[in-house]
């Protein structure tokens, strides 16, 4: 008995939660004809669909409310219509001129070695004990213009406005040159991330520009 | 309804608007003001609020029309115009406002039979002002993602898929929200049938 109660509750719920869908004739044909038995059978359903059809009815004719006034855009109220944008832009030309910088400190380091960097050395390339240590030292020199982790973005930033230093340490996780990874110069590696935040900065900047708000 | 390709015009308009030419900009927003103001008037409440979304959103949209990819230019600064709304929304929620209708609880109360009139014409509310401050009092006792669904489907005639594409959200979700809501309002409605006498006879 319960579960006969039950399957008619589970049924007016089903229906209910269906008449909107009804109302804008939004259901496939199984289900209108499952939701019409229904309304035949079940007056308080048929009256629920009444008051629901009727309230949607009157919505539908509220008076429109006309704008009280004329609402225009003046001049002045986009005239810095680029500013919000700009932020990120200047930090991606800001990233852009760092990376130069690195560039052109890359080259003259490598330059400066005849023989190629520890970056150059192919990893494959067994060596020995005495190579490596010659190998780091070469490296360590390589770095000694760089006297620490964190000043290594101190050489490019001071150029770079004040907004894009803030944002640079956020951006740009930097192994510290002296980790112990011979196959890759930490130099490369903030060439490529440098790289990465200069485009990223600049798709940020382009989807703002675009969004409408 | 709602949604319509631009006409040639308002191509050139658009066009016009987006090499930044603000008067082919304003032109654009005199056409649709009336509809946007009546949107953002119905998801506000008030005409103070109103009118504070529809000038920050005509600004956004003028900033941002280099966004607009073709379609519906009236469906695109409807979502502009939405996107406000929800902003102020949020600014009013940080600084809250006792509301008794935010804390009024649905209750139908006993069946009662009513007789509804027959929804007809524009004159239908001229002997019905009080229906018409009942329903907007309903409306704003919505959710807000229920309310906005609600006004875009029913006061401004979007259909669900334009609905979907300006909230950015799924068919499912405005099909339940727009349910939920036009439930809500039935339910106002009814629980505050005392001020409809004269309006709905009760039996």
Redesign the interface.
Known sequence: MRFFQRLEKDEHRWV??????Y??G?LEPGERARVEAHLRACATCA?SW???R????????????????????R?E??AR?PQ?AGWFRRAAWAMAAALILVLGLDLILSAGQIIPGPAMAPAGIPATETEQKALRAMEDHAMSPIPSPAPVFGLAIPQATPTATQQLPATVELPPPSAPAPSFSPLRVLEFLLLLGAIGLLALDRWR????? | MASAASSPEETRLIEAARSGDLEAFNELARRYQDRLYHIAYRIMGDHDSAADAMQEALIAAFRGIRGFRGGSFMAWLTRIVTNACYDELRRRRRRPQASLDALFVVDQGPEVEMTLPPVEGPEFYAERRELADLLHRAIQSLPEDQRIVLVLSDIEGYSYEEIAGILQVPLGTVKSRLSRARMRVRDFLLAHRELLLGTIRLS
């Open positions: 209910q939660d269906r008449l909107s869908l109302l804008d939004r009256r009444e008051t629901l009727w309230t949607v009815q009157a919505l539908r004719a509220l008076p429109p409310v006309r704008a009280p006034r004329p609402f225009l855009v001049p109220q986009v219509a919000p520009s675009q969004r409408p708000r």
